[in-house]
């Protein structure tokens, strides 16, 4: 099993381009989320989803959009992008929802984005 | 607005003594608690979790505690291991909004041979 992969590791993007961030799990998890971690701060939520087709805003959605066609893939779109999207963004999957029994998250290894 | 807080950013400690790490949280609806460990460039995984109806958890070296009238929540680590050196997540969760993890910054633990 590879868990939860992520593509890219790095990149950098320049004020107003577009660009999107891949997430992939094969442990047939239903839910996904995508976080951001800013320096010196805990994990804020983006988006989330509950299975394919359906997928939900979490505390800081702004400037972001989510898909989920299929159970494994959640990626992240950013649009127009802002230095204030500069970060390292974590997407994660779990059997049960996150913040109940089971709902232990795993995390891929994070995408760090530099925005100039 | 930090509703879990890791007032501590780094802890030292010699390899064989106890790991204390504390975190504080503000919102009383929160009722699932856990912590992640996270080494560099890899992404946090899972240690330990405790439901509020509950005041302790054990797993191993590890045991969280959960104090809710003071709103705090500790994880120890007996005995200490250089392997555990890292930074410590506490995260939290309210049943009214399950999916909505909220975390703290994180300590970073150094253990010393």
């Known amino acids: 099993n590879a868990g939860v992969t992520q593509t890219p590791k790095f990149r950098i993007l320049k004020i107003g381009q577009s660009m999107t961030l891949q997430c992939a799990q094969d442990?047939?998890?239903?839910?996904m989320y995508w976080y951001r971690q800013d320096p010196g701060m805990g994990l804020k939520l983006i988006y989330y989803s509950v299975g394919a087709g359906i997928t939900d805003k979490g505390e800081v959605p702004n400037g972001y959009n989510v898909s989920r066609s299929t159970t494994e893939d959640f990626p992240l779109r950013l649009e127009l992008a802002a230095p204030s999207q500069t970060s390292v963004y974590f997407c994660a999957s779990s059997w049960a929802l996150a913040g109940g029994k089971g709902g232990e998250q795993f995390f891929g290894p994070g995408t760090r984005l530099t925005v100039l | 607005d930090q509703q879990v807080k890791q007032n501590s950013p780094s802890l030292s400690v010699q390899e064989g003594r106890i790991s204390i790490l504390n975190c504080d949280y503000t919102?009383?609806?929160?009722?699932?608690f856990l912590w992640y460990k996270k080494y560099p460039a890899e992404g946090p995984t899972f240690l330990i979790s405790i439901s509020s109806i509950k005041d302790k958890n054990e797993d191993g070296r590890f045991t969280v505690f959960l104090n809710k009238s003071a709103k705090h929540l500790s994880l120890h680590i007996v005995p200490s291991q250089p392997g555990d050196s890292a930074v410590y997540f506490c995260a939290a969760s309210a049943v009214s909004a399950i999916y909505d993890m909220r975390f703290g910054a994180g300590t970073r633990l150094t253990v010393k041979p």
């Open positions: 919102n009383s609806m929160f009722d699932y």
């Open positions: 442990m047939n998890h239903n839910y």
